[in-house]
């Protein structure tokens, strides 16, 4: 018996017409959509994608982070199961294709291998993860990472949102009591692939369809602290300043030209700066800016770590002004698995798709996985390289392209 999908979905097309579906759940006036772990709009919507999932004749169910699961059974009992999907937490405001496009493209994937081939050889799972983007609380991929053992209840005993909300709180509101909490641990799962919107332009200014994922960027993210002296904008001549904000621009000048000079992989990123006490005539006593450092090769991020942390040491020495380095994140670079990546080139090239070999910028749950098990990242391009936002973008033919491999690929894996 095929597997039927509620018709009211499918009426405008598959895909577009299940996004929009699904973009219902917290959508805002501007366009955007704000579905944040464990709030209502969350609960909405992952309940709603449990009824198409039986609508599908999946099996689903939840465990016990609220991480949704929708199980084809395989015909060999004794092999592991193939994993895919994507999360259905967005940012505020973000756009309706930032992982729910995967976990959409995922359904109508296995939904189309099952109208034409019947049940697999091993079991695939389709899973709409509870949280990767942390906008609502202080962490991310809690949903993967609960998966695969490295988050457990103890890693949020203590984490609040900005409103005062317990992470534990939350997670009972939402259905998911901590008292029953057992961890998650899947041993049974042979492979993950997850597609996703690129959240760059690199494919739309390279006109391809696909972008084959060789790694994921490894990100280091710290607080620099520059504590010079405040004092009187009109009465202390330039020699005699320990001004913080001008020792900051330097270090940011440096930092960045640095980064343009050592590979074109890597990026460094002052995206947050604070001035005290940030009036107009008095020269700033203490700076505070955050530095992010992304690259897919953990020794060039070393290397480079220590090149600019040298100069900012000597500089502060130099100029009599202390500077503090405080490191709050350490995320590793991972490597997507060669075969599944062979594999999916391969299909694009008997399918005449237009692909390339892409390094993911961004962090993914297959960032979680792909240290756990083989795993696979396809892109699809995302127009004019906007993301995070209400004017996030991916048109039909491109998100029918993606889903069209990304059946091809489970076929290859499953069948």
Same mark, same amino acid.
């Given at each position: 018996? !095929?597997?039927?999908?509620?018709?009211? /979905?499918?009426?405008?097309?598959?895909?577009?017409?299940?996004?929009?579906? /699904?973009?219902?759940?917290?959508?805002?006036?501007?366009g955007g959509v704000t579905r944040l772990l464990y709030s209502p709009s969350w609960q909405e919507a992952q309940h709603a994608l449990k009824k198409v999932m039986e609508d599908m004749q999946l099996v689903p169910y939840f465990d016990c982070v609220g991480n949704l699961f929708g199980r084809l059974q395989g015909t060999d009992a004794n092999e592991k199961t193939i994993l895919t999907g994507s999360h259905i937490d967005t940012v505020v405001e973000g756009g309706k294709y930032d992982g729910a496009y995967g976990i959409v493209a995922s359904l109508l994937a296995v939904n189309r291998l099952f109208n034409k081939y019947g049940y697999p050889k091993k079991s695939i799972e389709v899973v709409s993860l509870s949280e990767e983007e942390g906008s609502r609380f202080p962490l991310t991929f809690w949903g993967s990472r609960n998966i695969t053992g490295s988050y457990n209840l103890e890693r949020v005993k203590n984490v609040q949102d900005a409103g005062g909300t317990s992470f534990l709180e939350a997670m009972k509101f939402a259905g998911f009591d901590p008292e029953k909490y057992t961890p998650p641990v899947r041993h049974d799962i042979e492979r993950f692939v997850e597609i996703h919107i690129e959240q760059g332009m690199v494919l739309e200014k390279n006109g391809n369809q696909i972008g084959v994922v060789t790694h994921i960027v490894g990100q280091?993210?710290?607080?620099?602290?520059?504590?010079?002296?405040?004092?009187?904008?009109?009465?202390? @001549?330039?020699?005699?300043?320990?001004?913080?904000?001008?020792?900051? !621009?330097?270090?940011?000048?440096?930092?960045?030209?640095?980064?343009?000079?050592?590979?074109?992989?890597?990026?460094?990123?002052?995206?947050?700066? /604070?001035?005290? @006490?940030?009036?107009?005539?008095?020269?700033?006593?203490?700076?505070?800016?955050? /530095?992010?450092?992304?690259?897919?090769?953990?020794?060039?991020?070393?290397?480079?770590?220590?090149?600019?942390?040298?100069?900012?040491?000597?500089?502060?020495?130099?100029?009599?002004?202390?500077?503090?380095? !405080?490191?709050?994140?350490?995320?590793?670079?991972?490597?997507?698995?060669?075969?599944?990546?062979?594999?999916?080139?391969?299909?694009?090239?008997?399918?005449?798709?237009?692909?390339?070999?892409?390094?993911?910028?961004?962090?993914?749950? !297959?960032?979680?996985?792909?240290?756990?098990?083989?795993?696979?990242?396809?892109?699809?391009?995302?127009?004019?390289?906007?993301?995070?936002?209400?004017?996030?973008f991916t048109n039909r033919d491109d998100l029918e392209t993606g889903i069209e491999l990304l059946t091809e690929v489970l076929y290859k894996l499953a069948y």
């Open positions: 018996m !095929a597997i039927q999908v509620n018709k009211q /979905l499918m009426d405008k097309g598959q895909v577009e017409a299940m996004i929009e579906w /699904l973009a219902s759940f917290g959508r805002e006036d501007n280091r993210r710290y607080t620099i602290s520059i504590k010079g002296e405040s004092n009187h904008a009109g009465t202390t @001549p330039m020699q005699y300043r320990k001004d913080a904000v001008s020792t900051a !621009a330097y270090l940011i000048a440096f930092l960045t030209e640095k980064t343009k000079e050592w590979d074109p992989h890597l990026v460094a990123t002052v995206g947050k700066l /604070l001035a005290s @006490p940030n009036v107009p005539n008095v020269i700033a006593g203490e700076v505070e800016f955050s /530095l992010d450092i992304r690259h897919h090769m953990e020794e060039i991020i070393d290397q480079y770590c220590n090149e600019i942390f040298a100069e900012f040491k000597r500089i502060a020495e130099n100029l009599n002004i202390e500077v503090s380095i !405080a490191q709050w994140m350490d995320v590793k670079p991972v490597r997507m698995d060669v075969k599944m990546g062979d594999l999916a080139r391969r299909i694009g090239e008997e399918k005449n798709m237009r692909y390339q070999e892409m390094i993911s910028g961004a962090g993914h749950d !297959a960032q979680v996985f792909g240290s756990s098990y083989p795993t696979c990242l396809l892109f699809v391009p995302s127009q004019n390289g906007i993301s995070h936002s209400p004017h996030e």
